[in-house]
């Protein structure tokens, strides 16, 4: 009995309610408060959507922003990739014409020029398949079928040549910026080579096509070795450098052999 007074207690609030909305209803009053509830509900959803949308707007445009990044430093690395082989391609249709001319000296003596079949490598270091047997003698220069540097002879033997290539570490030799006044030497480091003693003043950027300079006489000036890789030193050196990459090719050498 107890339980049953109990939840007609908790029911008197309900039924009471249903009471006033038949009396509402009856007297054409629950329609418009229907209607207003409504219209609140509506409000309320639609100033929430606005409040999301709000919200959703920096997220979208940072998504934005970061795809025209990425699209920017593509676009960047494509234009600087571009210029580096512009550089690569003038400096070796330059080279092919001095090569050209090498072959006849003044005075119609020719130059040789003898194909190797490729570099070989053995324990002593790199050699070519060529030899005193064809006339191959010390300090020849060695370039590949572009006309870059690939090294010089050291050492002869009947049929096969040692070379000194340029980033043994013995290895140094003057050179120049193509197409500018920019100077220094460029060093062997066992496996990769580092241009040095540049002064802070002149100019040296990513991309510069590196050549011979002719200054040591040890090989003839203009002969591409690589291309400037990374700019090395601080702002306060009195010199800078740069990495440099080789970029000779190892098939079908040619041996230069100025005639005496």
Do not use: C, H
């Not at 790199?126 to 540097?149: C, H, P």
């Not at 070795?225 to 450098?241: I, R």
């Amino acid at each position: 009995m107890t339980g049953s007074i109990s939840l007609v207690k908790q029911a008197a609030p309900w039924l009471a309610l249903a009471v006033l909305l038949v009396l509402l209803e009856r007297q054409a009053l629950a329609g418009p408060l229907r209607g207003g509830l409504e219209w609140q509900l509506f409000k309320v959803q639609q100033a929430t959507g606005q409040i999301g949308g709000n919200l959703l707007k920096p997220l979208i445009n940072w998504q934005n922003f970061g795809r025209m990044s990425g699209r920017l430093a593509d676009l960047e690395q494509r234009t600087k990739q571009l210029a580096v082989d512009y550089s690569r391609l003038a400096a070796v249709e330059a080279e092919n014409e001095r090569l050209k001319a090498l072959l006849v000296q003044p005075g119609g003596n020719p130059s040789q020029v003898m194909v190797a079949a490729g570099l070989l490598s053995g324990s002593r270091g790199t050699m070519v398949d060529k030899g005193r047997r064809e006339g191959v003698v010390e300090g020849a220069v060695v370039v590949d079928a572009q006309g870059v540097l690939v090294g010089r002879v050291r050492l002869v033997r009947e049929r096969v040549s040692l070379l000194e290539r340029p980033f043994e570490p013995a290895s140094r030799m003057a050179v120049k910026l193509a197409g500018l006044n920019t100077t220094g030497v460029l060093t062997g480091k066992g496996e990769t080579v580092v241009l040095e003693g540049v002064l802070q003043a002149e100019l040296l950027r990513d991309g510069d096509v590196v050549v011979t300079s002719g200054a040591d006489t040890l090989y003839p000036p203009e002969i591409v070795v690589g291309v400037v890789s990374q700019v090395l030193g601080e702002a306060a050196d009195l010199t800078k450098g740069a990495a440099v990459e080789l970029t000779a090719a190892g098939e079908a050498v040619r041996i230069l052999i100025e005639s005496q």
